[in-house]
């Protein structure tokens, strides 16, 4: 794993990721949740995943960000589960094939959070 930090997380490609490749460690999760510190790991069912909401001032702003996250998800070929309510969204990235956090999902949540300024602006 290279040293990344949030300005240039956001800046990365998703890198391609084999099936066995092992998900980050407790300490490397730790390290890059630095650069992205307002996303949580939850486990489900032993499995780590990134968790973030994003509030928006109504439906109209919640769903156009939800569609850009979408648009991200498919340029990347990587997908999170997304949760649109009114004026609230939240996203959910993990490595399905890994069962566990990669780089990538990191990558993804601060490339998430530098859409989330530009929808919240217009």
Known sequence: ??????????????????????PLTDTQITT?????????VE???GV??????????????ALAFTNQVGELAETA??????VTEWGSVTVIWWTHKLEGLHQ??????????????S???S
């Open 77 to 82: 070929n990587h997908h999170p589960v997304l």
């Open 43 to 45: 486990r489900e069912d």
């Open 1 to 22: 794993m290279s040293k990344l930090n949030a300005a240039n997380l956001a800046d990365t490609n998703c890198e391609v990721c084999c099936t066995d490749a092992p």
């Open 32 to 40: 890059l949740l630095i650069e992205v510190p307002q996303w949580r």
């Open 48 to 61: 780590a995943k990134l968790r973030r909401s994003y509030k928006f001032s109504n439906f109209a702003k």
């Open 119 to 121: 929808v919240a602006e």
């Open 104 to 117: 990538n999902d990191f990558v993804m949540a601060a490339k998430t959070d530098k859409l989330s300024l």
